[in-house]
């Protein structure tokens, strides 16, 4: 079941995106670095699971250490019930850390306890580190929020307008629309579009201000949604190449769209923020690692199967940025329902998505500047922190509609720093700590197959020089404009 889940959190609105991204930086450069940046991923998710196991025994040890002292203090008349419920899952008898380790017990590193990024950063790293894991979280949340806010009022405008009048045809056809084009009478597109942000805005937007809770038949609704428009587009790009009017001839390599298209990858290959949840309630985690990476092999062949369908499917001008729009065109399907079902899935399942996003995004901005003790003014806490999560995104999505740039610059900058360098550096610091508290000799039963050292100084060297080749690209793009 958590595989399931890891599975349906990485293959979300980033894989629309996938499609425009193959075409435009060609086929083969294209599975090249979704095969790459797939094994770079593993690699990071073993480093989190390995840092979560090194946070568990920390936290039993510290446990176990204020046990002992309690036992030593005969004041303090701990009694056995007490430590039972102290700690449920370890065993009732207290035993000094010491003995614990020469005994080599196998459950010190077991995954019992959820420990969150966050609280990882603020175990294995500095007074720095972990402002700047939340500083690379807040961007990447940002950058979410403006995702989803340009996505939902794009998919909308793109169904109900049309130059035709007969827009249940003419949104797939190839023609080329200019924001300036007239939408309803005297309304341009971009009118439009901007209507349709406001109305999201008004919506959902108020949900930043409270708590979402109990969404757990919401995501059940929307991974079934999810499925069945995925599946829905394969097979029917599948029957158009059947069928001999596949008009697709995508080139091999061009290495201007690379760029997008790391960002792109980067983006939906996106889960080590949320392996906590994921990991800790799955009960027999002898095998994670193995069966982790057949996750990864297969999101991995369903990538392809979806891009590679796609591009060949449709010609590379005509490949819109959210590529389920592609299929409200008559002549690539003639039943009414599933183009509307098509066109308007990303508004139904984003729509679910947004206020959690935007309540996570309001929680991470409060623990930043959260003081031990301290509680915030009210108007500070239920109006500032909502509208600083609020403002910004929409802003962003009132000025640029154009998703493959938005998922590509989110994904580089900042999902580059959750993916790769934050799991690189709590594997090195955790190593380190576990070395200090447990001595040399002390092996951490979840230690990723990538255990030496080389692994973690090679994937922050590509992190960083992921960071210089993006930002060069972008220079060098703008400059040519």
């Known amino acids: 079941v958590g595989l399931v889940y890891m599975f349906n959190l990485i293959v979300g609105t980033g894989a629309l995106t996938m499609p425009k991204a193959f075409a435009t930086a060609g086929w083969l450069v294209s599975l090249v670095l979704l095969m790459f940046l797939g094994f770079m991923s593993y690699m990071t998710t073993t480093f989190v699971v390995e840092a979560m196991a090194a946070a568990n025994a920390q936290l039993r040890w510290k446990r176990m250490e204020k046990r002992k002292e309690d036992d030593e203090d005969s004041s303090s008349g701990v009694s056995d019930s007490d430590v039972l419920l102290q700690d449920g899952y370890e065993r009732a008898e207290t035993r000094p850390i010491l003995s614990v380790q ?158 997008n298209l790391f960002g792109v990858c980067v983006y939906s290959f996106m889960c080590q923020h949320s392996l906590p949840s994921l990991i800790t309630p799955i009960s027999k985690k002898k095998h994670v690692n193995k069966l982790v990476l057949l996750d990864y092999i297969l999101i991995l062949a369903f990538y392809s199967l979806l891009s590679f369908t796609a591009i060949y499917c449709f010609r590379n001008d005509t490949l819109m940025d959210m590529y389920t729009l592609n299929f409200t065109n008559c002549e690539i399907i003639n039943v009414a329902f599933i183009r509307y079902f098509l066109g308007l899935f990303p508004v139904f399942t984003i729509s679910t998505n947004f206020p959690i996003i935007a309540v996570t995004l309001r929680n991470n901005w409060k623990t930043l500047f959260h003081r031990e003790g301290g509680t915030y003014p009210w108007v500070v806490d239920r109006i500032v922190f909502p509208a600083i999560t609020l403002i910004p995104p929409v802003l962003v999505a009132f000025c640029t509609h154009d998703l493959e740039s938005l998922v590509g610059i989110t994904g580089a900058y900042a999902g580059n720093g959750i993916q790769y360098l934050i799991p690189a550096f709590l594997a090195y610091c955790s190593r380190k700590d576990t070395q200090l508290v447990f001595g040399s000799g002390t092996v951490n039963k979840h230690l990723s197959p990538f255990r030496h050292t080389f692994w973690i100084v090679f994937v922050l060297i590509w992190g960083f020089s992921c960071f210089v080749f993006v930002t060069a690209n972008i220079v060098l793009s703008e400059s040519k404009l």
């Open 102 to 259: 020469r005994r080599g017990s196998s459950n010190i590193f077991e995954i019992t306890e959820r420990v969150e990024m966050g609280q990882m950063a603020s175990m294995f790293f500095n007074k720095v580190g972990v402002n700047l894991f939340y500083f690379c979280i807040i961007i990447y949340l940002y950058g979410d929020l403006a995702i989803y806010a340009a996505a939902v009022p794009v998919s909308l405008m793109q169904v109900t307008c049309s130059a035709t009048g007969n827009h249940s045809c003419s949104v797939g056809d190839g023609t080329k629309y200019n924001d300036t084009d007239k939408c309803w009478g005297p309304i341009r597109r971009i009118d439009a579009y901007r209507l349709y942000l406001a109305a999201f805005t008004l919506l959902l937007g108020p949900f930043t201000f409270f708590n979402v809770q109990k969404t757990k038949y919401l995501q059940i609704m929307t991974s079934l949604m999810r499925w069945i428009a995925f599946i829905l587009m394969i097979i029917l790009a599948l029957i158009r190449i059947s069928r001999g009017q596949a008009e697709g001839h995508p080139s091999m390599a061009q290495l201007s769209g690379i760029r």
